[in-house]
């Protein structure tokens, strides 16, 4: 009982303090997991971090969907029950180096990675930033360490993970980050489901940004998500009002939901960059998120863009 409670409050602490305090700490997971003691261990330990990890959802689900804290609470279960479902399965396999990685590849793809939030290998962008695939690769490597380490002397690993995972601080507390990024409150509304309403709210989305920003100085200034609404015709003429004031060097990220045709409502999660002279499409999302924007059998679902290049550079 007192052993699989410690295991219950690692997970659930795990998950709270990667998520919101110090991300690299979430490695730890694929180690408490591999040495859960029953498969049911081993399944609520995966359940209760992805659960602790998104509990944002419990209450910016009903903001976004206009609907109550229930709605927001059902689809937090099922999204945490969908990504707990590797967790149990890969506690079939015997050996601890082979289900770590099976289970952190169930973790990233589909049918589970649609809902694929809070992956431990995600802090390999803090462990190893910069470096690519070597740092998921040296990341997996580290996992595995922790595990051999654990097998043979659990005080050693717990000194070596503290030291392991303190010294992106030590060696960030040495990064200044520049003046010129800084973000600010929009305070936008949620997402309206008529059209007539949907239109209005972009109006005054636009008119919100442009009092704010518009005699601000940047070079790239990034809007936050859907802040161009749906990029119509309509709405690139509304924007064309501020780039005609753009200087030459000057570029804004914005955004939008662009239709897949003329005559379609079905759209993609874009990021349009506007210039003095041009817009330009970057980047269409991946993997729109499910429900909230992906919904394959919807008139106007949000679709996805698994294939196209992810990666695109500003400044």
Known sequence: MVQSLTYIVLSITTGIIGWAIY???????????????TKKNAWLVGLLYHLAASKG?????PVFFSSTIFYGIVLWLIA???????????????NSYLAIVLLLIALILPPVGIVGWANPLTAAGML???????????????????????????????????SILIFPIIVGSNVK?????????????????NIGDKFERDYQKFIKTYNQYSDAEFKTLVLPESTAGIWFDSTKHLWSRWQRQLDQDQSIVLPT????????????????????????VLYKSRQSVPMAMWRPWAIDNVQNNWFDNPV???N
């Open 80 to 94: 945490g029950l969908i990504q707990s479902l590797p967790y149990f399965l890969c506690t079939y396999v015997r």
């Open 312 to 314: 695109f550079e500003i």
């Open 57 to 61: 959802l419990i209450f910016g689900i």
């Open 257 to 280: 939901l662009l239709p897949e045709n003329k005559i379609s409502m079905k759209t993609y999660n874009t990021l349009i960059k506007m210039e003095q002279e041009n817009f330009t």
């Open 177 to 193: 980050v520049s003046q010129q990024i800084k973000g600010s409150t929009t305070n936008f509304a949620g997402n309206p489901s």
């Open 23 to 37: 991300l690299p700490v979430v490695i730890l997971i694929p180690v408490i997991w591999s040495k859960a003691p």
């Open 128 to 162: 190893f930033p910069g470096t690519g695939f070597m740092g998921l690769f040296l990341t997996l490597c580290l996992i595995g360490f922790l595990v051999w380490l654990y097998d043979r002397n659990k005080i050693f690993t717990g000194v070596l993970a503290l």
